[in-house]
């Protein structure tokens, strides 16, 4: 049986069109609309997956088309197998 305990998870997506474009965008606008994009992609692929609740999503990263997110190990195993997920990685701390 897998672990319920909660673990910071890193969460990388694959190649978005829509996401290169507004990349281009260097305008404040454009960054704002990137924001916007990433945090609704973010939120609505883990609504899809995961329960309500169950998970603590912590920040979206910009530059990279990822986001950080508290959840198990379980959790974890269920957005590798998401559409659109290329990796996801627990957060390790380096000695």
């Known amino acids: 049986m897998e672990s319920r305990e909660s ?3 890193f969460v990388f997506m694959n190649y978005d069109p829509e996401y290169e474009r507004l990349c281009a965008d260097r305008s404040k606008r454009g ?3 990137l924001d916007s994009y990433l945090s609704t ?3 609505g692929l883990l609504a899809a997956t ?3 609740g ?3 999503k912590t920040f979206s990263l910009v530059i990279v088309d990822g986001f950080a997110v508290e959840i198990s190990e379980e959790q ?3 957005l590798r197998s998401a559409k659109g997920v290329r990796v996801v990685e627990k957060n390790q ?3």
Do not use: G
């Open 7 to 9: 673990e910071m998870y």
């Open 31 to 33: 960054a704002f609309e």
């Open 41 to 43: 992609k973010h939120d």
């Open 50 to 52: 995961l329960e309500p």
């Open 54 to 56: 169950t998970y603590k």
């Open 76 to 78: 974890a195993n269920a």
């Open 93 to 95: 701390e380096l000695a």
